[in-house]
């Protein structure tokens, strides 16, 4: 995977979305006075700004941009420099309606918020490609420029336009993809309800239908919905590439399950220079902590492994959610912390002086309302001045111990209508997954399913419904040679088109799981089942599970846990195969805290992890290697103080003391050491 460091910045990364245009000019010196108090590095600039960039069509006004970028490198502080196509001024959408999307139902957005985008319109892509064009041959030379910031966030809040241009575009990407039109029947099953097409002029994007659409077409648009945003990225990367040479390209991702469904993140990881990422909590009641982790590992994941940078999160609360608090005392440490811990190179926010007026005047930021005599103020300098004292981490990369399999084309296929129980969802089965994996102190890489996964004593499969041949091929090679493998319900059972892979569930992973299935038997809403231990097997708990249930048949696999009761009353509910040198296990239903931790305990012992139970829960211990060094990150989530058990001496870098023995880590606080050669 790609990686080049923002040009010119020799420390990580502090600081966040600069927006200047929402403030008198008089007050920018003292923006960049309070930056450098701070200790801010860089700052994000331009990213909605082409109605002032460009007030009318091809008319720029470029001089409020160049002041900005002067002070901002007479402070020191390098730029991230945003080409404002997300936000296309009134003056273009007033001369381009039809630039604005539709949705399913026929009904065109209006002007007014932020990402309405038809991007098959070539109207917009035109002016787009001006005004990158127009940045790029004005700035690409300026001393402050680090790196190039194209769009925000494709993808939210619209993935998909379903007009008459993105009909016409549709056609073409299909015969791109399937070459003709009896393909295109063929992948999608046309005989079946009589949608044979004889022409692709004929195939029209997924509109609203009486009843359920073809789950095939729906899954090939979400596919063009994608590979179209991705155009226009990699159009204006490439522009930026031509005219200003040597200064590397990203867009800012939002990986996490929990806030975008839309965007194939494997494929976007390739284009860019830099994987860069946003995050915010959800705060649901669950452990905000965890899904950050699960969202920081997956953006590594997507670099590659290499590192990456956390371009916007929060000082505090957000506005958009139904409830939003404020962080803690401390919190924003520890989040800004814990990403760095998985891989970012920095530690950067939406924005740097709150909005007064606008959507998200009640986002938090790193300048409050209340100025500089205020809690968050303090947190941020603060924060600015521990990441001055850890400039060794950059460029280390974090160390995994375990794999999860994640395909988000899978997550969109296996999200559609009519499937066995509308109640199962992957994001749901990787969550838990991963909160079992995360309680073990275990830290996880995510991988494409075709990926390499050698390097990793276990890997678990979550949810992988669509899975192609490649991959079943895939996880079978990892376990003949030594791995342990977790497989949940429901996973390998259609081709990338949507088919049922022929003969019996579950399809390509019959062979490595050593069993089909000869019927899912979803259960109903509050219904559970009861797993016990068949007769002659090593004495374990019994367990219960909800939501789902097969009728499995071994096929060399053994029976570790059975079916008390229900339609698979006396059969196999979680199995074991030994394939080569590896085991391969398999999760018949929906287990969760306790109950999935007895399985995982079992796969653990095969895969020869060892429990850290020496670790307090909620206290994260991960650890960051290169030619640095070797970092160890202590990030204590709970209200007492603890110790953790070092494995060699080193140096606490944000006390300045020695470590050694066990490390002291007071509630809510972290701590980084740097362990000695």
């Not at 575009?169 to 009589?194: C, Q």
């Not at 009486?210 to 155009?231: I, K, M, W």
């Not at 998985?342 to 606008?358: C, E, K, N, P, T």
Request: aromatic fraction near 10%; charge should be negative.
């Amino acid at each position: 995977m790609p990686h080049t460091a923002p040009r010119g910045l020799d420390r990580l990364a502090f600081g966040g979305d600069y927006n200047p245009e929402q403030w008198p000019e008089e007050i920018w010196p003292e923006d960049v006075r309070l930056m450098r108090e701070a200790g801010v590095t860089m700052v994000s600039v331009g990213i909605f700004s082409w109605a002032l960039l460009e007030p009318e069509p091809g008319a720029y006004d470029f001089g409020w941009l160049d002041r900005v970028l002067d002070l901002l490198h007479e402070g020191g502080i390098r730029v991230d420099l945003g080409t404002p196509t997300v936000a296309p001024p009134a003056w273009f959408y007033r001369a381009h309606p039809e630039a604005l999307p539709v949705n399913r139902d026929g009904v065109r957005y209006a002007f007014g918020s932020r990402g309405a985008i038809c991007h098959s319109n070539p109207d917009y892509r035109a002016a787009a490609a001006r005004i990158t064009e127009e940045l790029a041959r004005r700035y690409a030379g300026h001393p402050a420029l680090a790196l190039w910031h194209v769009h925000n966030e494709y993808g939210v809040p619209v993935s998909a336009c379903y007009c008459d241009h993105c009909a016409a575009h549709f056609r073409r990407w299909l015969t791109a993809r399937h070459g003709s039109v009896d393909a295109v029947n063929k992948a999608w099953g046309t005989a079946f309800w009589g949608q044979h097409y004889r022409t692709l002029d004929e195939i029209d994007p997924p509109r609203t239908t009486p009843t359920v659409g073809n789950p095939s077409q729906q899954l090939d648009y979400r596919r063009f919905a994608d590979a179209t945003l991705r155009e226009n990225f990699t159009a204006e990367r490439d522009i930026l590439h031509r005219l200003a040479p040597g200064i590397p390209v990203t867009t800012n991702f939002m990986t996490a399950l929990s806030q975008c469904d839309s965007i194939d993140y494997w494929a976007w990881g390739r284009e860019v220079d830099l994987v860069t990422n946003d995050h915010y909590l959800i705060t649901d009641g669950r452990r905000t902590h965890v899904n950050l982790a699960m969202a920081a590992d997956l953006t590594r994941s997507v670099a590659g492994g290499a590192p990456w940078l956390l371009l916007e999160h929060s000082t505090s609360g957000v506005n958009w959610q139904p409830r939003n608090p404020a962080k803690r005392p401390g919190e924003m440490a520890r989040n800004s912390l814990a990403h760095m811990a998985r891989g970012s190179d920095g530690a950067m926010f939406f924005q740097w002086r709150q909005s007064r007026g606008g959507a998200e005047k009640f986002h938090s930021a790193m300048v409050p309302h209340g100025g500089t005599d205020t809690r968050i103020w303090r947190e941020v300098t603060r924060l600015g001045a521990d990441l001055g004292l850890l400039d060794g981490i950059r460029g280390t990369r974090t160390v995994a111990d375990a794999a999860m399999v994640w395909d988000w084309q899978s997550w969109w296929a296996q999200s559609l209508e009519w499937r066995p129980s509308q109640d199962h969802d992957a994001r749901e089965r990787a969550d838990t997954y991963y909160l079992s994996l995360y309680d073990r102190h275990l830290t996880v890489d995510f991988a494409h399913p075709e990926a390499d996964l050698s390097a990793y004593p276990l890997v678990v499969v979550p949810a992988l419904y669509l899975a192609t041949e490649r991959a079943g091929e895939n996880l079978r090679r990892y376990v003949e040679g030594g791995g342990t493998l977790v497989v949940s319900y429901f996973s390998g059972i259609v081709d990338p088109d949507d088919n049922v892979h022929p003969g019996a569930y579950p399809g390509v992973l019959r062979d490595v799981l050593g069993l089909t299935v000869e019927e899912f038997s979803p259960l109903g809403e509050g219904d559970t089942v009861r797993l016990v231990t068949p007769e002659g097997a090593p004495e374990g708990p019994s367990l219960t599970g909800d939501l789902w249930s097969d009728v499995v048949i071994p096929r060399g696999a053994e029976t570790v846990w059975s079916y008390a009761d229900g339609i698979a009353g006396g059969r196999p509910a979680v199995t074991r195969n030994r394939l080569g040198a590896g085991t391969a296990w398999y999760v018949s239903t929906r287990l969760s805290g306790p109950d999935l931790d007895a399985v995982l305990d079992r796969a653990c012992e095969d895969a020869r992890i060892a429990p850290r139970t020496s670790l307090p829960h909620d206290v994260e211990v991960v650890r960051r290697t290169g030619e640095r060094g070797t970092y160890l990150f202590v990030i204590n989530h709970t209200e007492g103080d603890t110790k953790v058990p070092l494995d060699a001496p080193g140096t606490e870098l944000l006390t300045g003391e020695p470590a050694t023995g066990h490390l002291a880590v007071p509630a809510g606080a972290v701590r980084v050491v740097r362990l000695d050669a």
